[in-house]
């Protein structure tokens, strides 16, 4: 064997301290590069998740919505078709008749004796 001098052990020890510490320090650093990852991975799920909710949820609404438009199109159509029939303008009623539901509604009636005159044939 090679006789190592003090100087040599001194060397090789502090070589194999800075070999330690460095292969420490890297794997210290591995450590918290692992645990940053498995958090940064942990929120990416959670919002992947959110995002999966919040578009259920708003597909449930589009589809609501969309329902709701189909209703009141409906609705229009009846309100529509209703106005534009003849018995709601005033071309059914005869311009005495008219005259007569007025005076009625004034509490007019026009006559005492209760017949209703008209025109004489």
Do not use: H
């Amino acid at each position: 064997m090679i006789p190592f001098g003090p100087k040599a052990k001194l060397a090789g020890i502090a070589a194999a301290i800075v070999a330690i510490g460095y292969t420490g320090w890297m794997a210290r650093g591995w450590f918290e590069d692992s645990k940053d990852l498995a958090a940064m991975e942990a929120q990416q799920a959670l919002a992947a998740k959110i995002r999966e909710d919040i578009g259920g949820i708003s597909t449930k609404v589009e589809d609501r919505l969309n329902e709701l438009r189909a209703n009141e199109r409906i609705i229009d159509r009846g309100v529509i078709r209703e106005i534009q029939k003849p018995i709601y303008k005033r071309v059914c009623f005869e311009p005495e008749l008219v005259r007569l539901l007025n005076d009625a509604q004034r509490g007019d009636t026009g006559q005492s004796d209760g017949e209703v005159s008209g025109p004489t044939p």
